[in-house]
C-alpha cells in the first residue's frame, strides 16, 4: 500500500539552519526604492473614492432653524444634507440618476436609524437635482473630500 522511502547513497537533507535562511530570504520582502527615499509608481497609493447609491429626500420646513448632530443651525437656504453612513464634515457630490444633474454638498447631519435613505438633502439641494416636486430621487453619491482634507 505505501511505498518505501528512497535514499540516494551520499545525499544528505539540508541542515535546519539552511531552511530558515532559505525561508527568510524568499518570504520576506525587501523594499530598496524606500532606503533610497523613492517610492515607484506601482506602490503610490491610489485615489479611491467611496460610492453609494439608494434614495434621497429633502428635509421638512420644521427643521429649518433647529441644531444638526454637527451643532451647526440648520437653514433650508445652504447645501447640506444628513446621512448615516459618512463622518460629519465629509463634502459629497449628489447626482441625481434620473437627469443627471448633481451638486455638491456637506454632511453635518445625521437621519432616523430606521430611514433607509442615503441622504436627506436641504430644498437647495433638492431644487439644484430637480426633484422637488418628487419627494424622492433615485441618486449616486461620491465622497470628494472627507474632514476638510483631499
Known sequence: MFEKPVFIPGHRLPRPGIIFLLLLF???PVNLHAQKGRVPAAAAPKKTTRTFYGQASFYANKFNGRKTA???IFDQKKFTCACNVLPLGTRIKVTNLRNGKSVLVKVNDRIHPKMRRVVDLTRAA?????FVSRGLTRVKVE??????VR
Open 70 to 72: 454637527s451643532g451647526e
Open 26 to 28: 524568499f518570504l520576506c
Open 126 to 130: 433638492a431644487h439644484a437635482l430637480g
Open 143 to 148: 465622497v470628494v473630500d472627507k474632514n476638510g
